[in-house]
């Protein structure tokens, strides 16, 4: 979706420049909608791989890229951004990996609809002397039917209502939140497999998410 579609999507005042991404890497930056207050949503990019603001360093020790929807309003790392700093993520797919024998096969998962998914996100400002870091975790919850022969774990994908009430600054309990934490039905995703190419982060292009012809049914 062009910059000017996701503006109008979203009623976001300015939308910065976009390059369309296919293999999105942990620490890379990805394009994030968040609340501003006052004002309307805005649009910005964030590190993926989310940083506490109480870090020493602007790096964790352990893997933020996700934060598991049943523990999240729990963890330090993420309890307070849960109550006060959530943000959207919207995308075209993902990938997940089914182990095959001793391999594992890439699949990319997308929106049975075309338009795009929309995962709920949290993000963090981390600042030490001068230096400042945005960056951003990826809720995840169990599989639904479609994707769980393939990974038992997907992201929390939310619909436009959803949205609304995710990026709402006047709600900070969790339990207020905690329905939307849920697998999105199945109807709303495609799934197919892809070629090997997509597990070096160093490969980009659309060609990625070609359908592997080989085990599509």
């Not at 997308?110 to 996100?121: H, K, N, R, V, Y």
Request: net charge neutral; hydrophobic share 45%.
């Amino acid at each position: 979706m062009a910059g000017a579609a996701l503006a109008e999507r979203f009623n976001l005042p300015a939308m910065p420049d976009l390059t369309p991404r296919y293999n999105i890497a942990p620490n890379q930056f990805v394009l994030a909608i968040r609340a501003t207050e006052p004002g309307p949503w805005e649009a910005v990019f964030l590190r993926w791989g989310l940083v506490p603001a109480w870090s020493p360093e602007p790096r964790t020790t352990y893997s933020t890229i996700n934060a598991r929807a049943e523990t999240v309003a729990d963890k330090p790392t993420y309890r307070q951004a849960f109550r006060q700093r959530r943000c959207l993520i919207p995308a075209a797919g993902f990938y997940e990996w089914r182990k095959v024998g001793s391999r594992k096969q890439p699949y990319c998962i997308a929106p049975a609809d075309d338009a795009l998914l929309i995962f709920a996100g949290l993000w963090e400002r981390w600042e030490r002397d001068g230096q400042v870091l945005e960056s951003c975790t990826i809720l995840v919850t169990q599989a639904n039917a479609r994707i769980a022969p393939i990974h038992d774990r997907m992201p929390v994908i939310l619909d436009p209502e959803g949205e609304a009430r995710w990026l709402d600054p006047t709600i900070t309990e969790p339990a207020r939140l905690r329905s939307l934490l849920v697998p999105c039905p199945m109807e709303r995703v495609r799934v197919w497999p892809v070629g090997m190419a997509v597990n070096n982060a160093r490969h980009e292009g659309p060609e990625l998410m070609t359908p592997l012809a080989s085990l599509v049914d």
